[in-house]
């Protein structure tokens, strides 16, 4: 296995192909990320070695494999192992002595998030937060896209009505009466991510806004 030196910045780690693991792979890899993908079960591997260029079936996850893959490299880690208890704290761990900068690990409970959380990881429970970002889109009606995070901090995508007067985002002043930043607009299908208090925002465009879970709220509902 080499030990192949990649972009930091847009490489992804991905541990475990299964369901969640690929999809979330599958979905960097769309957009243009290099993915270093490890998984154990052979038959699986297999099933996956047209999709992903840098794809290892290993019979171990120690951190020497880890590091022979490349994972200490990666700018984020998905540790996508969730029926294997023991192997899904032991990975999270190694990944983190590594120096893994952020290091995301799929729980199948609270007990096993709590130990997760304790030993430095970012926890998802991927059905739990599907259903709830299910409920939160159909609950914001205006909200294309809306994805909490972690603890209380949320990323919305937010259509601006028709009434919308066109305006710079220093005149919008979202950030003062809604405690939200924009990070992004969607505009005619391309995103603008060079934003600056002189970018402005028209009607019907789709703004990316981040903050508080509460006040990402309060701007869907205000902005309808």
Do not use: W
Not at 65 to 77: D, M, P, R, Y
Not at 172 to 178: E, G, P
Request: charged share 25%; aromatic share 6%; glycine share 6%.
């Amino acid at each position: 296995m080499a030990n192949k030196q990649l972009s930091n910045n847009n490489l992804f780690g991905i541990i475990g192909l299964g369901r969640f693991g690929a999809s979330v792979a599958k979905e960097l890899k769309r957009n243009n990320k290099e993915v270093i993908c490890l998984e154990t079960d052979e038959n699986v591997a297999k099933s996956y070695r047209d999709d992903f260029q840098n794809l290892y079936l290993v019979d171990q996850t120690s951190k020497a494999t880890l590091q022979e893959a490349g994972i200490q490299n990666c700018s984020t880690v998905i540790i996508a192992i969730g029926k294997d208890i023991e192997a899904s704290i032991l990975i999270t761990l190694n990944v983190i002595e590594l120096g893994v900068p952020n290091v995301i690990s799929k729980a199948n409970s609270t007990d096993h998030g709590k130990v997760l959380e304790k030993i430095g990881a970012k926890v998802i429970f991927p059905e739990v937060e599907m259903g709830k970002r299910l409920a939160m889109s159909l609950s914001n009606a205006n909200t294309l896209e809306f994805l909490k995070l972690s603890g209380n901090f949320s990323i919305a995508e937010v259509e601006l009505p028709e009434t919308f007067k066109i305006q710079t985002i220093r005149e919008s002043d979202f950030r003062n009466k809604y405690q939200v930043n924009i990070i992004a607009i969607i505009r005619n299908e391309k995103v603008i991510g060079d934003i600056s208090p002189n970018t402005k925002l028209i009607p019907k465009d789709n703004v990316v806004v981040s903050g508080e879970t509460k006040a990402v709220t309060e701007f869907t509902k205000k902005n309808k």
